[in-house]
């Protein structure tokens, strides 16, 4: 189980390279230009929600891009990040 924190948009190599190795059981953050993922309708939300991850989305973020979290996806503060990484020892950064 590993922490996702994805600060890359959708049409980016790390997003892909993310894509790549999300597994059932981990979550993924998305932060900064990541929060662009999560847009409905997307093909960038397709394929995460595809990866069976738990989805989160940065509020602060999401909120000076104009992004709506969609249904499935949990909208957290700075808190509720701090909370994640104490669930999930193992961390990987995307940008």
Request: proline share 4%.
């Amino acid at each position: 189980m590993i922490l996702h924190t994805l600060n890359a948009t959708p049409s980016s190599s790390a997003f892909d390279d993310c894509l790549k190795v999300i597994q059932s059981g981990d979550a993924v953050v998305l932060m900064g230009d990541g929060v662009y993922g999560v847009l409905e309708g997307s093909k960038g939300y397709s394929k995460l929600q595809a990866r069976g991850a738990e989805l989160y989305l940065l509020a602060s973020d999401a909120l000076a891009a104009g992004v709506t979290p969609p249904s499935g996806v949990v909208s957290i503060d700075m808190d509720g990040l701090v909370i994640l990484t104490e669930k999930f020892p193992r961390q990987q950064a995307w940008y």
